[in-house]
């Protein structure tokens, strides 16, 4: 099969297509033929390395994937060869008592495709049984590799972390950015009040606007705080963050008394100055999140496919286009997410 392969950390030069062989099913394990992968900044990060972090290298990158079952190992319970599915990004390699009550991200055994083991930027993949949902033919292939990572990491964020109710603001950094997408429209469900964004970018304003946001903030003018407390009324109630550095300070400043900041990556930096005085003054809450649970991955699933959360995808490319995907995604061109399909398809 062809593969994308991550034999070293590096430019895009290091986004090697190479001949595999077609790993084979073991017992209670799904081979899956991939009709679409989506991208996603942690394969950027796989490519790049990440400091005090060891990826197992070589590694085929790729955290999301949709296709159809090629092959069964022995003891599968689920879907049938031939039947379309969609390969859950996370797993769990323990069997404890976080993965027993579905918290399976909270798991010390817990990876994450194209992270710890070999992913789905390639023509075929091996996941466990758990790990493979049915996917409604009502949700195209390319649709449903846009959204597991982004939209699990978003849920997760807005509904369990952040607890965001009925008539609550909300604030998400980076509007473009896949999570920030999910994260607008994940508030929405929720019944946000208000729902405001920050982008340097015009055109991305104007698609943010088209999407429902309530109120555009431009990052790069020194008083966004200010701007963003005014036009939430007063303080923001949640502030979606993976930007980090550049954006703590300004985000505990817009927080109303109360407010949450949820963050799950650090884009710009994992150094931030934190008031700590607004924290305990204003009764502010600072969460950190990664993923989340396997039952929220079916939620989205179910969701996407009533047509009540929408994935965007900004591009499909063919997967030999891999390093112009990382390129484009690493420079901010992209709204929504991108996905690569194997060159035959």
């Not at 993965?99 to 993949?125: K, N």
């Amino acid at each position: 099969m062809r593969a994308v392969v991550i034999r070293e950390h590096g430019g895009y030069d290091k986004l090697l297509m190479e001949d595999r062989p077609v790993p084979e099913p073991g017992p209670k394990e799904i081979r899956v033929r991939i009709h679409a992968a989506g991208l996603n900044h942690l394969d950027t990060w796989v490519r790049r390395g990440v400091p005090g972090h060891t990826f197992p290298l070589p590694m085929v990158p790729g955290c999301d994937g949709a296709g159809v079952v090629d092959a069964l190992g022995a003891g599968v319970q689920g879907p049938e060869v031939g039947e379309r599915v969609l390969v859950a990004p996370g797993y769990s390699s323990r069997h404890d008592r976080e993965t027993a009550s579905g918290m399976h991200h909270l798991s010390p055994g817990y990876g994450i495709f194209g992270e710890m083991r070999d992913g789905t930027c390639a023509e075929y993949v091996v996941a466990s049984e758990e790990n493979v949902l049915p996917l409604p033919v009502t949700v195209p292939f390319d649709v449903a590799a846009a959204f597991p990572l982004v939209y699990l990491t978003a849920w997760t964020m807005v509904v369990r972390r952040a607890a965001l109710r009925p008539g609550e603001s909300i604030l998400v950094h980076a509007a473009g950015s896949g999570v920030s997408t999910a994260a607008v429209q994940i508030a929405r469900l929720c019944g946000a009040s208000r729902i405001l964004v920050t982008t340097s970018s015009p055109a991305k304003a104007e698609r943010a606007r088209s999407h429902g946001v309530d109120g555009v903030v431009d990052y790069t003018d020194e008083n966004w705080a200010r701007h963003a407390r005014k036009l939430a009324g007063g303080g923001v109630d949640v502030v979606i963050d993976h930007v980090g550095q550049a954006t703590m300070e300004g985000s505990l400043r817009c927080l109303a008394r109360g407010g949450r900041i949820v963050t799950c990556g650090a884009t710009t930096g994992p150094q931030a100055s934190v008031n700590l005085n607004l924290l305990f003054f204003k009764s502010l809450s600072l969460l950190g999140s990664t993923m989340g649970s396997l039952g929220d991955v079916y939620r989205c699933l179910e969701l996407v496919a009533s047509g009540d959360l929408h994935p965007i995808v900004a591009d499909v490319l063919p997967l030999s286009d891999v390093a112009e995907a990382h390129r484009r995604l690493e420079e901010r061109e992209v709204y929504g997410n991108l996905v690569l399909v194997p060159n035959e398809e």
